[in-house]
């Protein structure tokens, strides 16, 4: 079993749909979740970081973390077609290793 | 906000020649830096870790003679193909984490692109 597991999609949304984006994990010591922006040929860009459970917001971005699921998400409310891109969600127990998903390419049509 | 420079973008070489990638971070120090490769449509996949002044750990699999990283400061790493050959060709990306941060956020530069020849 995989450490972290993402659908890669894709998927392709209508401009101005909700997008949820979601990762799995199976080592419950994971405390560091983060959410990368891909765009292609370029390197990722940290778009969201939390630490523990909870969810934080950012613009139109919401993160949730759901440790009793081992389960995270990634919402983008109200996506543009500049939200077209790949997105990976990673994992860090101490900070010194991080576990990656295999990244969802996400297209939004204008 | 934390900002990682990869140098060059992209480079094109002849096969047996070596190229050199350089990783900054521009506004912070970075203890550890980490090295992926990442192919079409597929995840990062990691290389190697690079520590300021001790040797790199690399992953099972990767050649350290064939993937010489130095991390000589607390601002820089390289990464050295040595000997590139045609399979060698992909997309070559750093990241940094912020000296002393509890934090756990990882930054990444901008990729570089090689193509062997």
């Known amino acids: 079993q995989k450490e972290v597991e993402q659908d890669p999609g894709p998927l392709s949304v209508p401009e101005g749909a909700i997008v949820s984006l979601n990762c799995t994990y199976s080592n419950s010591a994971f405390q560091y979740f983060m959410w990368y922006r891909q765009y292609s040929r370029k390197g990722p860009e940290l778009l969201m970081y939390t630490y523990s459970s909870g969810n934080k917001e950012d613009g139109r971005f919401t993160a949730q973390v759901d440790k009793s699921s081992k389960y995270i998400s990634l919402f983008i409310r109200d996506s543009q077609p500049s939200d077209s891109a790949t997105y990976l969600c990673?994992?860090?127990?101490?900070?010194?290793?991080?576990?990656f998903g295999t990244g969802t390419s996400l297209t939004v049509i204008p | 906000g934390a900002v990682v420079s990869q140098h060059p973008s992209w480079v094109i070489c002849k096969s047996g020649t070596s190229v050199k990638i350089e990783c900054r971070s521009l506004d912070f120090q970075a203890t550890t830096m980490f090295w992926y490769r990442q192919f079409p449509k597929q995840s990062l996949m990691l290389m190697a870790t690079?520590?300021?002044?001790?040797?790199?750990?690399?992953e099972q699999g990767v050649e350290k003679d064939k993937f010489l990283i130095n991390h000589a400061s607390l601002t820089l790493s390289t990464l050295t193909v040595t000997s590139a050959h045609p399979e060698d060709s992909s997309f070559y990306i750093c990241?940094?984490?912020?000296?002393?941060?509890?934090?756990?956020?990882?930054?990444f530069g901008e990729g570089s692109r090689l193509t062997v020849l």
């Open positions: 690079s520590n300021e002044g001790s040797k790199a750990t690399y």
């Open positions: 990673a994992m860090s127990t101490t900070g010194n290793q991080f576990y």
């Open positions: 990241s940094a984490r912020v000296r002393w941060s509890t934090s756990g956020e990882l930054f």
